[in-house]
T-cell receptor, first 114, second 112 residues
Framework: DQQVKQNSPSLSVQEGRISILNCDYT??????FLWYKKYPAEGPTFLIS?????DKNEDGRFTVFLNKSAKHLSLHIVPSQPGDSAVYFC?????????????FGTGTRLKVLA | DVKVTQSSRYLVKRTGEKVFLECVQD?????MFWYRQDPGLGLRLIYF???????EKGDIPEGYSVSREKKERFSLILESASTNQTSMYLC???????????FGDGTRLSIL
């Protein structure tokens, strides 16, 4: 059963507008969440993370919001740029697993149109 | 900067062959991971290791094994390659749980 879900396989946004990527999770024990960006033929690159003690974290054009009651997180990119076109993965960490492994979503392909 | 290096970017092998994928990290991280990425399925964990000679199965370990003889090196082994193991393989490492895993550039493996 998929514990981390990205229900939108793809998203298209005009350059300069806001991109909003969504992620839902089922396990309330998850306490650390991350977003990765992946270009074709490259490994994922870490973008931004958030701990469950926070509800928002910002880094430049990227902001991650966490709604624990809804078990939902989102990544906002403002303004979107053509170079942001990539696949975005959300990931979650479960402290009760006793390990450092992540559970990844299936990814959302973002296309920023010039 | 953390550097995770995977030995090959592209690899083509035949069914039944034994295949070795190598990964080296330069940050003295205890934890290393092997994932495969397939369209529509995201990143799925094959195996991980939290110390030298220690390993744990991930979500899809069937058909794979791993070796960690030195802290910086984590090898993924396909015992007898099959066509359904054609995929992008990604290695990652981390030192602490609240620090992000760092990924290599991946190995695109094709099994013919």
């Amino acid at each position: 059963d998929q514990q981390v879900k990205q229900n939108s396989p793809s998203l298209s946004v005009q350059e300069g507008r806001i991109s909003i990527l969504n992620c839902d999770y089922t396990n309330s024990m998850f306490d650390y969440f991350l977003w990765y960006k992946k270009y074709p033929a490259e490994g994922p690159t870490f973008l931004i993370s958030i701990s469950s003690i926070k509800d928002k974290n910002e880094d430049g054009r990227f902001t991650v919001f966490l709604n624990k009651s809804a078990k939902h997180l989102s990544l906002h990119i403002v303004p979107s740029q053509p170079g942001d076109s990539a696949v975005y993965f959300c990931a979650a960490s479960d402290p009760t697993s006793g390990t450092y492994k992540y559970i990844f979503g299936t990814g959302t392909r973002l296309k920023v149109l010039a | 900067d953390v550097k995770v290096t995977q030995s090959s970017r592209y690899l083509v092998k035949r069914t039944g062959e034994k295949v070795f994928l190598e990964c080296v990290q330069d940050m003295d991280h205890e934890n290393m991971f092997w994932y495969r990425q397939d369209p529509g399925l995201g990143l799925r964990l094959i195996y991980f290791s939290y110390d030298v000679k220690m390993k744990e199965k991930g979500d899809i370990p069937e058909g794979y094994s791993v070796s960690r003889e030195k802290k910086e090196r984590f090898s993924l082994i396909l015992e007898s390659a099959s066509t359904n193991q054609t995929s992008m393989y990604l290695c990652a490492s981390t030192g602490f749980r609240d620090q992000p895993q760092h990924f290599g550039d991946g190995t695109r493996l094709s099994i013919l």
